[in-house]
């Protein structure tokens, strides 16, 4: 079992930067891939950028060049720093992780981007 916090959600302006954390309930060193996923009200989930335990990452094509995800081991938390956010990048974020074949998916964390 694996619980996942998220936070770091708000109201920002476009332009503007978040980061996001995501802390889990276990050593996350054991955790083969993290991921942040996004939806959009009316919208499905979407991928937005995954890390691996290896540190290789990977991002969705409307979030490159602007977005981050990183992880600490040692804190067991991941990260995804949002830089010029735009409105269409509303939705709530959600941490995921997979572990021992399961999928395990935080609360989920709301980030507004609005003037």
């Known amino acids: 079992q694996v619980q996942l916090v998220e936070s770091g959600g708000g109201l920002v302006q476009p332009g503007g930067s978040l980061r996001l954390s995501c802390a889990a309930s276990i050593s996350i060193f054991s955790i083969y891939a993290m991921n942040w996923y996004r939806q959009a009200p009316g919208q499905q989930r979407e991928l937005v950028a995954t890390i691996t335990s290896g540190r290789n990452t990977n991002y969705a094509d409307f979030v490159k060049g602007r977005f981050t995800i990183s992880r600490d081991n040692a804190k067991n938390t991941v990260y995804l720093q949002m830089n010029s956010l735009k409105p269409e990048d509303t939705a709530v974020y959600y941490c995921?992780?997979?572990?021992?074949?399961?999928?395990?998916w935080g609360q989920g964390t709301q980030v507004t981007v609005s003037s």
């Open positions: 995921n992780a997979v572990y021992m074949g399961f999928d395990f």
